[in-house]
């Protein structure tokens, strides 16, 4: 057809260097509309082709930089004025607990509207076509050929100069490119009713594939699900046991490992006769005996025993522990006033083992001893 318009010219490269040379020759040469196209990313072609940096960024900046703000607006007004809850004992408005939301969602929506700027804006989506598509050009510099299109629009272009400028860089397969009828008429071929009609057929497709084999087909024999198997839930009503509950007691007087009951619950006395001490007078067990009284008995007896307690006016204040009456109880009856407690002072059984307890007898009774020396201490 003798009506075709003239898109470009192109020749192809067979190396990399000529290619950066061609380039380099023709921005020199004063060309502004014209494309290099490699197989792979080619370094310093930028810097040939003298090309001013992607604006790209700035799209990325305005559009982050929104993200940041508005994702910081949706939390202010959420947790400062819409709904607001102490969390932590932290500020309505605790701007570094919000940092790293900011972040993400700047990062989220600056590459997103780098990636849609990129095609809808750049690439012209919907439209698909460009006149390049579908040449012998674009099939050998998309393989291993490396070639030049320089755009008849260009204001210093001339069909037979450009010709002789290519042939003079050395290009091979100098050829002319035209626009399609398609592209001239401005029909976007990715809005074809058939090939949108492609496009829903398979989402139909792989949707409802998906949601029978996800939903139903798998719940069907021979598919096999734990939740499905038959079994009692403990909440449920259970029609197998006669009282009705799903769940089992364990058998009377069943204890769990590790944790024998208390034998003198409610019975000093029978403490005080009944148990011994089993740890002798070391220095690593009066170190714990130490450590567990300094932390657990202390805030109200005072670190040496005497009822100087540090909690004056939130709880009764304790008798001393260097009582005639104390320093007569045997082991045993101390022991039983930590592990069931007395009167107001509850147990202190699940703060410390049994080792423990033993322990914190025998540091007060160092501190007793400390306290009432008899001169046969002193020599
Ligand atoms: C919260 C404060 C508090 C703590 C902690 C506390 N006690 Fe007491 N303790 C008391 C009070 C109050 C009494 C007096 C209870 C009563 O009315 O019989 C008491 C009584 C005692 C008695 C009996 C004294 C007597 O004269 O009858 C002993 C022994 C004792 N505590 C040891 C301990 C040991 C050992 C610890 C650490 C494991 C401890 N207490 C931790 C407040 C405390």
């Not at 494309?35 to 001013?52: F, I, Q, R, S």
């Not at 401005?186 to 058939?194: A, D, G, R, S, V």
């Not at 029978?270 to 005996?289: R, S, Y």
């Not at 410390?352 to 501190?367: F, K």
Request: charged share 20%; glycine share 6%.
């Amino acid at each position: 057809m003798s009506d075709k318009i003239l898109y470009s010219y192109t020749g192809i490269f067979d190396t990399p260097d000529e290619i950066i040379h061609a380039a380099e020759k023709t921005s020199e040469y004063g060309f502004k509309k014209y494309d290099v196209h490699t197989p792979y990313p080619l370094h310093g072609m930028n810097k040939a082709m003298k090309l001013p940096p992607s604006k790209l960024g700035y799209v990325a900046l305005v559009v982050g930089l929104s993200g940041a703000l508005a994702a910081l607006l949706l939390m202010f007004w959420m947790s400062a004025v819409d709904y607001p809850i102490i969390i932590g004992g932290k500020p309505f408005f605790s701007f570094p607990a919000y940092v790293p939301v900011m972040f993400e969602v700047t990062v989220l929506s600056a590459s997103i509207a780098t990636v849609l700027t990129m095609l809808f804006i750049f690439f012209k989506l919907p439209n698909n076509a460009h006149p390049l598509h579908d040449t012998d050009y674009m099939k050998k510099v998309s393989s291993n050929k490396y070639g030049i299109s320089i755009q008849a629009e260009d204001e210093k272009f001339n069909e037979e100069q450009v010709k002789i400028f290519l042939t003079g860089l050395g290009a091979k397969e100098i050829t002319a490119v035209y626009y399609d009828n398609d592209e001239i008429n401005h029909k976007h071929k990715i809005l074809e009713p058939k090939f949108i009609g492609f496009l829903l057929f398979t989402a139909l497709l792989t949707s409802g594939v998906s949601y029978f084999v996800l939903n139903k087909l798998l719940y069907m024999p021979p598919f096999d699900w734990m939740m499905e198997q038959d079994k009692l839930n403990p909440q449920a009503t259970s029609t197998v046991f006669a009282d009705g509950f799903g769940m089992r007691e364990p058998v009377e007087g069943t204890i769990s490992r590790g944790h024998l009951p208390y034998l003198f619950k409610g019975q000093p006395e029978a403490a005080e006769i009944n148990l011994a001490n089993p740890l002798p007078f070391t220095k690593p067990v009066l170190e714990m005996g130490q450590k567990k009284f300094d932390t657990f008995c202390s805030p109200c007896h005072g670190y040496h025993g005497e009822g100087d307690s540090r909690l004056r006016g939130q709880f009764p204040n304790p008798p001393s522990l260097h009582s005639e009456k104390i320093r007569n109880w045997k082991d045993g009856r101390i022991f039983h006033v930590i592990t069931d407690g007395q009167n107001v002072i509850p147990s202190y059984s699940s703060q410390m083992t049994t080792e423990e307890r033993w322990a914190v007898v025998n540091y007060i009774r160092v501190l007793q001893r400390a306290l009432n020396a008899k001169e046969s201490d002193l020599k």
